[in-house]
């Protein structure tokens, strides 16, 4: 039912944007997030948003380089990722919540997508 894509290789500075589309159902009153997973490493929430879009969250290591937001009519979450490092490299998931209102959590999720490769070189 979440659909994400946009992933790929890009060159350290690059950008990407990342698409969650979710079908079946609509999310346009819950919240939803973007987690990422390094290898060797625990899933961490990166982005997360309200489901009006008026109250957003980023991880400390992405602010002022990563935007997240959404558009309810199309269904869409999308996350904007700018001068990208290596070290963002990692699986991305979206996810949708069971209320309104964001939680960095990944208990607070219970709809996943199946996740996008985003790989940055240096």
């Known amino acids: 039912q979440l659909q994400a894509s946009g992933g790929g290789l890009v060159q350290a500075g690059g950008s990407l944007r990342l698409s969650c589309a979710a079908s079946?159902?609509?999310?346009?009153?819950?919240?939803m997030g973007w987690f990422r997973q390094a290898p060797g490493k625990e899933r961490e929430c990166v982005a997360a948003?309200?489901?009006?879009?008026?109250?957003?969250y980023h991880i400390r290591s992405v602010k002022g380089r990563v935007t997240i937001s959404r558009d309810n009519v199309n269904n869409t979450v999308y996350l904007q990722m700018n001068s990208l490092k290596p070290e963002d490299t990692a699986v991305y998931y979206c996810?949708?919540?069971?209320?309104?209102?964001?939680?960095?959590?990944?208990?607070?999720?219970?709809?996943w997508g199946q996740g996008t490769q985003v790989t940055v070189s240096s």
């Open positions: 996810a949708a919540g069971d209320t309104g209102y964001y939680t960095t959590s990944m208990g607070g999720y219970p709809y």
């Open positions: 079946g159902r609509s999310f346009s009153s819950y919240a």
């Open positions: 948003i309200n489901w009006n879009g008026g109250m957003t």
